[in-house]
């Protein structure tokens, strides 16, 4: 093995990675000389980081298009072997997926090691580690209790697994650190990581009072920064609670908090300080601790609660083990330890001869012999000669989302309805229409996790705040046209307005983290629920029954809700079944606007009911319609918006909105989910692509230089116009096909990859 690639965070405060691979090289080379071992490093938001001499490549976490380029930079540098290192919250996409878009272009062997195994994975996590699991040659964890957790929740067989311990840097106990860490004299109690609620750190510090009151001379230093993640949604929140505890305590002089990363030299003058370590963490199921490993190999008297992995690394009277969340226990151990030195010297003597297996050398040897377990075993798994990929079994690539255009077309009351070119047009107000879709889409960029969590936040409130101001308490509707100067058009609202709104709501209910914007989407739902029950538009109708399947996400088992789902899901059902004929399976006399939306509620709901007649009923006219909107060259052609298309007339062929693509897109791909049909991912890609110039102008839509859309095509131009309709028509679509863009169609027949027309 000549070289190898390492795919991690490798920020800096996550020195981790470079240690590792530095050992690695050094592991290798013993063996092998000359051996070269790099770092392709995830980059959060695009930011610009200092990296490494050894960070060859950067991918940016919400980019798929680089994490594609990133397997073409590891094939043509012809790396013998990969290690990922797996995390939530480091990768792209739902559940981090957007890794499994690289991994399935690689041609060298895969080993991933899995920080986190989960008991209860939720769908998306669980098909994110099945999924590296087929596609990795070997599975790496640094726990028993994770290996156990692979085979019984994933069904990943032992002869996949390998154990390595975590790796921990050599801990020389230094009788000077003290003084340079300016705590000589004192007894020095340690816990250090990145700072976050589930950490406990409050139970140490509600034990202190008892501690000082035996040993005065003690100091409790809380070491690292607060995590990332924290910071965006609370900031400093946790870190000033513990602070001000402390004060209430009077125990502030004892307490010394270091609010920064530190390297790992540093980190080892902390620890060669330590007389206690304490892990007084809150998540029972964590399986595997950097911290926790490091204290244990720098042969330190360890306290930790009883979570997976230190019951099992502070077995055999490595450590102690105290009750979750009881100060009281913690405060006796810490004075136990320090009354019985003989205990304590006994405690640290057995961590450090087991710390010994776990150094970096040491960890690295072990990898070392995964690695060449996964070559051995590579030629059985997958094809050892490459191939470069043809369109036809790697699509096309697709824009980056871009909310340039989204931003200019909002100010601090909503998103404007029309723009003149590029530039809002004041003169057209607002409507609930467009900023019910804006609230979706950052709803669902947002879940899906986006590069920039604040901005798309920010929006999506501003969002909710005017479909909030929309609702009139009184009569139970939602308003739609509000003037550029504030002032309502009109006293209520259609019933296409106001399933729209609920839409957006229940993806809120569904998918939002922040419990704000949870909570006013909740109460907006409840509230406007109930008017539905009087609407005759078919296409309310289906708006809001996508948007009921969004809130069932959150809340399942609501009879109220599901009831509400089942007598709009059989009206919709029953429309079709009395208007259809074999020559026009459609809900109508006529095909109008957004008429992939009524396939794609009875999809949806038929799949979620348990009802095949409306699924099959939804597939069929689904069908229907993509043929009917099937150009003469086999490219999408919209329904014209001049006269649409009545039963026994002939078809308008413009104007083509870019709304009915979005509609069509996003049904095909729900059929593709609930029907495994993979020609309806095809045909969902084929629509998204009359965006792109594929239409009979021949002339993109989408507006690369303003992130914006053109309103639409003419017989013989396309409009200029980029309002929000368009816009978020498109930003909709394109995220929605983004999710499917990594499908691993590779193998598949070529009819597999047509779409249905």
């Not at 206690?276 to 490993?293: C, F, H, M, N, V």
Request: proline share 4%; aromatic share 8%.
């Amino acid at each position: 093995m000549k070289r190898f690639a390492i795919l991690g965070n490798h920020l800096p405060r996550h020195c981790g990675i470079a240690t590792f691979t530095t050992h690695l090289a050094e592991a290798v080379g013993g063996q092998l000389p000359d051996v070269d071992g790099f770092v392709l490093a995830m980059n959060d938001a695009g930011r610009r980081h200092a990296y490494p001499p050894r960070v060859r490549f950067e991918i940016t976490e919400g980019d798929l298009g680089s994490y594609q380029r990133a397997a073409d930079f590891l094939n043509v540098n012809q790396v013998d072997v990969l290690s990922v290192q797996h995390e939530y919250g480091i990768f792209g996409g739902k559940a981090g997926a957007h890794v499994l878009s690289l991994l399935r272009e690689l041609r060298m062997p895969i080993v991933t090691t899995l920080h986190t195994v989960l008991s209860a994975p939720n769908p998306p996590q669980r098909m994110v580690i099945e999924e590296l699991a087929r596609l990795s040659d070997r599975l790496v964890v640094m726990s028993e209790s994770g290996a156990e957790l692979l085979r019984r929740v994933h069904g990943v067989s032992d002869d996949q697994i390998d154990l390595i311990p975590h790796g921990i840097p050599h801990v020389a106990i230094d009788d000077g650190s003290k003084g340079r860490l300016g705590v000589d004299g004192k007894s020095v109690i340690l816990t250090f990581g990145l700072l976050s609620r589930d950490k406990g750190i409050e139970y140490v510090i509600d034990a202190l009072p008892a501690i000082l009151a035996v040993y005065p001379e003690t100091v409790y230093i809380v070491l690292g920064a607060t995590h990332p993640h924290v910071i965006e949604h609370e900031g400093e929140r946790y870190r000033l609670l513990l602070e001000a505890r402390g004060q209430q305590l009077g125990v502030a002089g004892s307490m010394i908090f270091h609010n920064r990363f530190v390297s790992q030299d540093e980190l080892t003058e902390f620890l060669s300080a330590t007389d206690i370590y304490i892990t007084p963490y809150l998540q029972p199921e964590q399986i595997t601790s950097g911290t926790l490993a490091y204290a244990v190999g720098a042969g330190k008297a360890v306290i930790s609660t009883p979570y997976t992995y230190a019951r099992e690394l502070l077995a055999d009277g490595r450590g102690v083990l105290v009750p979750w969340r009881d100060s009281d226990a913690i405060a006796q151990e810490v004075i136990a330890l320090f009354s019985d030195d003989s205990r304590r010297r006994a405690m640290c003597s057995r961590a450090a001869a087991h710390g010994v297996g776990m150094t970096w050398p040491a960890v690295a040897g072990r990898y070392v012999e995964s690695f060449s377990r996964a070559r051995a075993e590579h030629t059985l798994r997958r094809r050892t000669s490459f191939h470069a990929q043809t369109l036809a079994t790697r699509p096309a690539g697709l824009p980056e989302i871009s909310l340039k255009h989204v931003q200019a077309m909002t100010d601090d009351t909503g998103m404007l309805q029309h723009a003149i070119f590029s530039i809002p047009r004041y003169d057209d107000g607002y409507c609930l229409d467009d900023n019910a879709r804006a609230l979706l889409l950052m709803t669902l960029l947002d879940d899906e996790g986006w590069d920039d969590p604040l901005m798309v936040r920010a929006l999506a409130s501003r969002y909710l705040a005017f479909v909030s101001h929309a609702f009139d308490r009184r009569s139970g509707r939602f308003r739609n046209f509000l003037s550029y100067a504030r002032q309502w058009l009109e006293p209520c609202g259609s019933h296409d307005s106001h399933g729209r709104a609920l839409w957006a709501l229940g993806a809120v209910i569904g998918r939002a983290g922040d419990p704000g914007r949870h909570s006013l989407a909740g109460d907006l739902f409840h509230a406007a629920l109930p008017a539905v029950t009087t609407f005759t538009s078919p296409r309310a109708w289906a708006y809001v029954l996508l948007g009921i399947d969004e809130y069932l996400r959150a809340f399942q088992g609501d009879s109220t809700v599901e009831a509400q789902r089942l007598n709009l899901a059989e009206r919709l059902l029953d429309l079709f079944q009395r208007a259809s004929r074999p020559d026009w399976p459609w809900f109508e006399d006529s095909v109008t606007y957004c008429n992939g939306r009524l396939s794609q509620a009875l999809i949806v709901s038929g799949d979620r009911l348990h009802r095949t007649d409306m699924t099959e009923a939804g597939i069929r006219s689904l069908d229907w319609l993509v043929s009917l909107q099937s150009s003469s060259d086999k490219q999408f052609a919209a329904i014209g918006s001049n006269g649409f298309y009545e039963r026994g007339a002939a078809a308008a062929a413009f104007d083509q909105q870019p709304v009915e693509a979005c509609a069509t897109v996003s049904a095909c791909l729900d059929a593709y989910r609930v029907s495994g049909d993979r020609r309806w991912a095809a045909t969902g890609r084929w629509a998204f692509n009359w965006f792109l110039g594929e239409n009979h102008l021949q002339h993109w839509l989408f507006d690369p230089s303003t992130g914006g859309c053109r309103d639409g095509l003419h017989a013989d131009r396309p409009n200029q116009n980029q309002g929000a309709e368009a816009t978020l028509s498109f930003l909709l679509a394109l995220q929605e096909i983004r999710g499917v863009a990594a499908l691993d169609l590779r193998g598949a027949p070529a009819r597999e990859l047509q779409p249905i027309s």
